[in-house]
């Protein structure tokens, strides 16, 4: 049987917890997500206009349907920029959550309780500076205790 202590289980009910780190992180995702989407679409018209060029008479039945698809694929676009919008948000969470918690660790140490130590939530990321911070702690702590004997 299993008898080690649990840690405490804290659950963040707001998104955006370091809102500028977020967003700065949200945005790049989007940009890059756009630039991509830009160089297909720029690709994608410029063999078309090469094609029709080449083979008009083939390739005028293609382009009278064209205008249809394109505010189809426009729509498409516009929901899959939304799910990259939502992940993007998830993602930047989980970053900005374990930054946000190093951050009050540090603060309290600051005031003078070097008992505090950074625990994460398992997923998050940052979880080896989370072991290193807290194995720097355990021994400034031990360091402060001999010290207190001497």
Not at 26 to 33: D, N, T
Not at 84 to 90: E, G, H, L, N, R
Not at 96 to 114: H, L, N, S
Request: some cysteine; glycine content about 2%.
């Amino acid at each position: 049987m299993n008898t080690a202590p649990q840690q405490p289980q804290f659950k963040r009910r707001t998104i955006f917890i370091k809102k500028n780190l977020q967003i700065r992180y949200m945005m790049l995702i989007i940009l890059s997500v756009l630039c991509g989407l830009a160089i297909m679409t720029f690709e994608l018209t410029a063999t078309l206009d090469e094609l029709f060029d080449k083979y008009p008479v083939l390739m005028q039945p293609l382009y009278d349907q064209f205008i249809p698809l394109a505010a189809s694929f426009a729509y498409k676009i516009a929901i899959y920029l939304l799910l990259v919008i939502i992940i993007s948000a998830i993602l930047s969470h989980k970053m900005a959550g374990p930054v946000y918690r190093i951050e009050q660790t540090c603060k309290e140490i600051a005031k003078g309780d070097f008992s505090q130590r950074v625990r994460l939530r398992q997923g998050d990321q940052f979880t080896e500076l989370q072991d290193e911070f807290n194995k720097m702690m355990d021994r400034v702590e031990a360091e402060i205790n001999k010290n207190k004997q001497h």
